[in-house]
Each structure stands twice: as structure tokens, then as C-alpha cells.
Nanobody
Framework: QVQLVESGGGLVQPGGSLRLSCAAS????????IGWFRQAPGKEREGVSC????????YYADSVKGRFTISRDNAKSTVYLQMNSLEPEDTAVYYC???????????????????WGQGTQVTVPS
């Protein structure tokens, strides 16, 4: 069955870095867009980044552009999110998700994704 498992979250000081991993199984990673979302307490889930299957383009929310980098290793069936220059506003639970084949533009909304990981907590204290 399809599974996505995130890892790599933790507590990091402002200005620090973390690398999140999303291990995929049960499907061919190369055939799908994979997105990263985050959800802070009391806020809606928001798109952070997406790695496109078609042209290998990558997309970022304005709030993380220049600080976060998404990449994928199809041989390892894993997608990464390198997060640098972390800020307290980045504190959230981070989720990776597989996008439905009907959609392909930018990061998109959560309802465009059909499978989600369990999430990993990232905390940047103020």
C-alpha cells in the first residue's frame, strides 16, 4: 500500500538548519509530484514546496523561497526538504504528500493530494 513517512524534524535555534526526509513506498516516486506542507497550531495547512514529476521543476511558497530547497532521489524513493535560516515562524508540523495525477501546477491545495505522511514537528523558538 502507499505510504509516506517523514523524519528529520526537531528543535533548532533561529538561523539553524534541518533536513526533512519523506520516504515513499507502494508506488513509483518518479511518476508523481510530491509536496511539502506545514500546519502551525490554530492555522490552516499551507503549501511549502513541490517537486514536479514532469519537468523536475520545483516550486516554493514566498515565505520560504531562498531558504528551503526540495530535492528527490528516485533511486532511494525519498524526497528531501533542506531548510536553512530557520525562523520562529517556521514552527509547525511538516507533512509530505503525493499529488493526484490530475494536477500539476505550482504547489496547489491540500485537496489535490491523495496520500499524506504522519508529519514531523519542527520547532524554532523565539
Amino acid at each position: 500500500q502507499v505510504q509516506l513517512v517523514e523524519s528529520g524534524g526537531g528543535l533548532v535555534q533561529p538561523g539553524g538548519s534541518l533536513r526533512l526526509s519523506c520516504a515513499a513506498s507502494g508506488f513509483t516516486l518518479d511518476a508523481y509530484d510530491i509536496g511539502w506542507f506545514r500546519q502551525a497550531p490554530g492555522k490552516e495547512r499551507e503549501g511549502v514546496s513541490c517537486s514536479s514529476r514532469r519537468n523536475r521543476r520545483t516550486y516554493y511558497a514566498d515565505s520560504v523561497k531562498g531558504r528551503f530547497t526540495i530535492s528527490r532521489d528516485n533511486a532511494k524513493s525519498t524526497v528531501y526538504l533542506q531548510m536553512n535560516s530557520l525562523e520562529p515562524e517556521d514552527t509547525a508540523v511538516y507533512y509530505c504528500a503525493r499529488r493526484k495525477l490530475d494536477y500539476s501546477y505550482f504547489i496547489g491545495y491540500p485537496n489535490q493530494y491523495d496520500y499524506w505522511g504522519q508529519g514531523t514537528q519542527v520547532t524554532v523558538p523565539s
